[in-house]
């Protein structure tokens, strides 16, 4: 039964609560008359049945709290409620942005060990915690790209990016003014060397490599790669956003990057989906540590943090002041609470979890690539392309078991992809239950095919019309 409208639940009988008169003198000075309501029309309801309406709106909605994410590329790992309390202690969520350094201390000192844990994480000496989102990572990473070539007085074109990279990339390098060029994948899934080499240019300014790739994959010819692009003064780019398979086991300054971003809405367990936050720091070799946004913090000594706004060099400010600090906060509790054994730990059993769906499912589902996955794995669902249905009808099933589609149609070099990420924090259990349900719904691929053609039918809102549902986008209540 549909959950009632909080609007359609008002009874003028019941009050729920009194608005206290205002307690702004009359004299001064406010909203003009013509622009105020002398009423609000808001619902009467009682509060018991405030909080039933919203709980009953939140479990319509699917999240990591309430059943298995596998949305490949994401992470979307349990997050610790103690980073939640953390973050919600008075002297972090009670700061404000425009107060004086000498009364935010703590706070700069807390941001300080975070750039130092992130600097010993990605092998990296230097980090930047301003952009909110790895995408706002890349766009800085190709700034700070852009401002190291002209400061050598060369003024390079191009980005070259795989075919396994993420979606966000060529748009992040096209923002920054340069043009993306694709390198293809060779058989194994990895990047064909000899088409690198016939790409680099004396016009190109980097590589943009996600590593582990979009496929799962460990780039495992990386310091071939590295060597190539630094040969012709490029920088080597990494998109981090699937350091769940890497943190502790492995750092990509080891590797040749010269730059990385990181998501700390997906690696560190912060809150993740809907849209935001999200936070993506970028750390950087030496040579570029000049050219980070402003402010930087800077230390006296061994105390009294302090903004530093005397960056000649700096791309300048990507974001309203310094960051999304509660992610931050947050962020900072993950890593403490784990230390370097812990990462290594999270990292392995990622990697265990993904290899585990793979072994069970390949004899199923198609792989592509046979080869250990790092993170993810993925699939294709042309085994399951009876009667016409495509991977979109394998996701939309799903949902009607509680559990999240994994992400489908990306990569874009593998035919109706399937791209699972368990993360490390699912259990065995979890696991087993979904490796079940992609059996079974094999199974009604050629039992009930018509069963997939109309999925979801468990869910509260059922099969959309989605080009017409993005079309005519329409959230309004009309009561």
Not at 49 to 65: A, G, I
Request: some cysteine.
């Amino acid at each position: 039964m549909p959950i009632p409208l909080i609007f359609e639940q008002n009874n003028p009988a019941i009050h729920c609560s009194h608005i206290p008169k205002s307690d702004i003198p009359d004299d001064v000075q406010g909203l003009p008359d013509d622009l105020r309501r002398q009423e609000l029309d808001l619902p009467q309801v009682a509060e018991p049945e405030v909080m039933r309406h919203f709980v009953n709106l939140s479990t319509m909605n699917h999240h990591v709290d309430k059943g298995f994410y596998p949305l490949g590329s994401c992470t979307m790992k349990y997050n610790p409620k103690v980073n939640e309390n953390i973050s919600a202690l008075p002297g972090f969520a009670g700061l404000h942005p425009y107060q004086p350094a000498s009364t935010i201390q703590g706070a700069l000192k807390m941001m300080l060990s975070l750039e130092e844990w992130l600097c010993e994480i990605t092998g990296l000496p230097a980090v930047t915690l301003q952009p909110a989102a790895g995408s706002h990572g890349e766009l800085t990473g190709m700034f700070l790209t852009q401002a190291y070539h002209l400061a050598n007085g060369e003024h390079r074109k191009k980005v070259l990016i795989p075919d396994s990279s993420h979606g966000t990339n060529p748009a992040s390098i096209v923002m920054a003014g340069f043009e993306p060029v694709h390198i293809p994948s060779n058989e194994r899934g990895r990047i064909d060397i000899a088409a690198l080499q016939n790409a680099l240019k004396p016009d190109v300014a980097a590589l943009m490599v996600t590593n582990p790739s979009t496929l799962g994959l460990f780039e495992d010819q990386i310091d071939e790669v590295a060597e190539a692009v630094h040969s012709i003064g490029a920088l080597l780019y990494m998109d981090g956003a699937n350091m769940n398979a890497l943190m502790g086991l492995a750092r990509p300054g080891d590797m040749g990057f010269d730059i990385v971003h990181l998501n700390l809405h997906k690696t560190f367990s912060t809150p993740h989906g809907g849209g935001g936050p999200g936070s993506g720091p970028v750390a950087v070799i030496a040579e570029l540590e000049k050219f980070l946004p402003i402010p930087r913090i800077k230390v006296d000594g061994v105390e009294n943090p302090d903004w530093d706004w005397d960056r000649p060099d700096s791309i300048g400010r990507v974001q309203s002041f310094f960051g999304n600090f509660s992610i931050l906060v947050r962020a900072a509790a993950y890593i403490r609470s784990l230390g370097g054994e812990g990462f290594k730990n999270v990292s392995e059993t990622a990697i265990l979890n993904a290899n585990y769906i793979r072994t069970r499912l390949m004899d199923i589902y198609k792989l592509p690539y046979n080869d250990l996955c790092m993170h993810e794995v993925v699939f294709s669902a042309d085994n399951q392309s009876n009667d016409g249905l495509k991977a979109v009808n394998i996701a939309k099933r799903l949902l009607d078991f509680g559990i999240h589609a994994p992400t489908i149609n990306f990569p874009l070099i593998v035919h109706e992809a399937l791209m699972i990420e368990p993360t490390e924090t699912e259990t065995l259990g979890t696991l087993d239950n979904f490796i079940e349900v992609m059996r079974r719904i094999d199974q009604e691929v050629n039992e009930t095919p018509e069963m997939l053609k109309n999925a979801p039918l468990k869910t509260p809102v059922f099969r959309l019309d989605e080009v017409m549902a993005a079309r005519k986008l329409d959230v309004k209540y009309e009561g």
